[in-house]
Structure formats: C-alpha cells, structure tokens
C-alpha cells in the first residue's frame, strides 16, 4: 500500500456528520457559558421557564436580604 | 542527476499526496475548503481581536484534522470526540499564546495541542491495554449507519492494524495523515528528530499498509 492509498483509506477516519454536529454543539454550548455574564445566565433562566426563573430570583433575592443583616448581627455577637 | 531525479520525484510525490489529501478531505468533509497559511494567520490574528466569525472559521478548518489524527491514536470514536471537543476548546481559548514560527505553520500548534490532550486522557487507562487485539471495540451505532459498507471495512482495517503499532508509531503516521503535517512538523510536535520522524513514518507506513491488506484480504487475493 503506497502512501496515496494510505491517503484514501486515512478519509474513512472522518467524523459523520452526526459526530461533527455533536462535537461542535458541545464546543459552542461551552464557549457560550463562557461568554456569557451572571445577569445574562439570569436573563435566559428567565427566558426558558419565566414564572420558575421568577421564582428562583425572588427566593435568591430574598435569601440575600434576610442573610445579610442576619450574618452581620451574628458576627457582631461574636 | 539521480539525486535531482529523485528530488523532483519526491517534490512531485509530496505535491500529489497534498492536493489528493485536499482533494479527499473537501469530498468527505462537508464544504469546508482548506485555506492557505497567510489567511490562517489573518483568522489568528482577528480571532485573537474579538471577531467570532473568526473564531468559528477556525474551528472549521481544524475540526476534521483534529478528529482524524485523535481518532489514529484513541480506541473508540467517543474517546475520539471528546478529545477533539477539548482540543478545539482549548485552541479557541488559547489563541493569544500562538507565536507564529518560521517553517512551521499554524494547524503544527493544534496538532501539539491535540497530541498533548490525548496524552493526558489515554495514559490514565493505559494498564487497562496489554494485547492490541483486547482494545476495546466501542462501536457507534450511528456513526455504522451513515458510512457505506467499503468504507466501514476499510476503517475497520485501518483501526485494527492501528492498534498493533506503538503509540510513537501512532502518533507519527496519524499526524501525517490524518493532518496532513510534513516530518519537520510531526517533528516539532512530538518533539523528534525530522529524520528519525522520516525513518519511523517510511518504516510505520511499509508495516501498516502490508496489515490493512492483510485483514482487506485474508486469504491473500486482490481486491
């Protein structure tokens, strides 16, 4: 086998393109997260599922609210 | 004269073996068309800038190689994909450490980058591999339906005679054809020797060829 046939057979190692749309999605679906800001991760929460992502905000934004005052009463104890 | 001979033989083997290898990869991998270097380097240098469009452009040209060398040298195509994935990621991410060098060019940096991630995900289970014929055979299913009969059977081969070279062996003529990288290239990524590489691809290419022709045909007869 000469270095073309070599060459052809090589070509059957291609990804399908099955694969390729599997590998890329991943690339992408990483580099997205990877962009993307804490607000703009919030803004599409809130696009999938609006009523659970408002759901989630308030009961974080709450959570903050009552912890904060909380966590500085508890150390000023200490 | 018969050293310029043979020159002339190898430069017009080299140019055969790259236009064939462009001329194969456009057919099985999409629309994708190779670029030269200087435009390469223009993508670098836009990716680098902030341009996405550049960025994506890139993974395109680099994708298959990437695949086709991982695949040479990993023992099933999820394997396969998942270090093509990190690789591309980490390319992407990485483009501001690319320092252009003379002589070799931009898809050498990938293919280290390849090498490298490869490296580190195979060598964790390499106890698991005694004997090339117990590799581990995972098939995709999906992947058996979308290639036609000849070439799952050439694949299979190419796999299988593979698996019984050692991983430098792999690593060299994966890199040369699966990506296409010449032995000064194959050389600076692994590192080596260039003549050595040239030693060991003339060496590897001889035995693999005689293999996959050997299993194509068992019983010896033409195909």
Redesign the interface.
């Given at each position: 086998?000469?270095?073309?046939?070599?060459?052809?057979?090589?070509?059957?190692?291609?990804?399908?393109?099955?694969?390729?749309q599997?590998?890329?999605a991943?690339?992408r679906r990483?580099?997205d997260a990877?962009d993307s800001s804490l607000a703009a991760e919030w803004l599409g929460l809130l696009k999938v599922n609006p009523i659970a992502g408002l759901g989630f905000a308030a009961v974080a934004a709450s959570l903050m609210l009552i912890a904060t005052p909380l966590s500085w009463l508890a150390f000023s104890l200490v | 004269m018969i050293a310029t001979t043979s020159i002339r033989f190898a430069l017009l083997?080299e140019w055969?073996?790259s236009s064939?290898?462009r001329a194969?990869?456009s057919?099985?991998?999409?629309d994708t068309t190779s670029l030269e270097e200087d435009a390469i380097l223009r993508l670098v240098d836009a990716a680098r800038a902030g341009d996405r469009a550049a960025g994506q452009c890139l993974?395109r040209q680099h994708?298959?190689r990437v695949?086709?060398v991982v695949?040479?040298i990993s023992c099933s195509?999820a394997d396969?994909?998942e270090v093509?994935?990190d690789t591309?990621?980490t390319v992407?991410?990485s483009l501001h450490r690319y320092e252009a060098r003379t002589g070799t060019r931009f898809v050498a940096w990938v293919m280290t980058i390849a090498v490298n991630t490869a490296r580190r995900r195979f060598r964790r289970r390499r106890p698991e591999l005694t004997d090339p014929n117990d590799l581990p055979r995972i098939p995709?299913e999906?992947?058996d339906l979308?290639?036609d009969a000849d070439?799952?059977k050439?694949?299979e081969?190419?796999?299988r005679a593979l698996a019984e070279l050692d991983e430098r062996e792999q690593e060299i003529v994966s890199l040369r054809?699966?990506s296409e990288l010449d032995a000064t290239e194959i050389a600076r990524v692994l590192p080596l020797q260039p003549a050595n590489v040239r030693k060991i691809l003339e060496r590897t290419?001889v035995r693999?060829?005689?293999r996959?022709?050997a299993l194509l045909n068992p019983n010896g007869g033409m195909s």
């Amino acid at each position: 086998m000469n270095e073309i046939e070599l060459a052809v057979t090589w070509a059957t190692l291609e990804p399908t393109p099955r694969q390729r749309q599997r590998i890329e999605a991943r690339v992408r679906r990483w580099l997205d997260a990877r962009d993307s800001s804490l607000a703009a991760e919030w803004l599409g929460l809130l696009k999938v599922n609006p009523i659970a992502g408002l759901g989630f905000a308030a009961v974080a934004a709450s959570l903050m609210l009552i912890a904060t005052p909380l966590s500085w009463l508890a150390f000023s104890l200490v | 004269m018969i050293a310029t001979t043979s020159i002339r033989f190898a430069l017009l083997d080299e140019w055969t073996v790259s236009s064939l290898f462009r001329a194969l990869f456009s057919r099985f991998g999409g629309d994708t068309t190779s670029l030269e270097e200087d435009a390469i380097l223009r993508l670098v240098d836009a990716a680098r800038a902030g341009d996405r469009a550049a960025g994506q452009c890139l993974y395109r040209q680099h994708v298959d190689r990437v695949f086709r060398v991982v695949r040479g040298i990993s023992c099933s195509d999820a394997d396969a994909e998942e270090v093509t994935q990190d690789t591309m990621l980490t390319v992407l991410t990485s483009l501001h450490r690319y320092e252009a060098r003379t002589g070799t060019r931009f898809v050498a940096w990938v293919m280290t980058i390849a090498v490298n991630t490869a490296r580190r995900r195979f060598r964790r289970r390499r106890p698991e591999l005694t004997d090339p014929n117990d590799l581990p055979r995972i098939p995709d299913e999906t992947a058996d339906l979308e290639r036609d009969a000849d070439s799952e059977k050439k694949r299979e081969a190419l796999l299988r005679a593979l698996a019984e070279l050692d991983e430098r062996e792999q690593e060299i003529v994966s890199l040369r054809y699966g990506s296409e990288l010449d032995a000064t290239e194959i050389a600076r990524v692994l590192p080596l020797q260039p003549a050595n590489v040239r030693k060991i691809l003339e060496r590897t290419r001889v035995r693999l060829g005689a293999r996959i022709e050997a299993l194509l045909n068992p019983n010896g007869g033409m195909s």
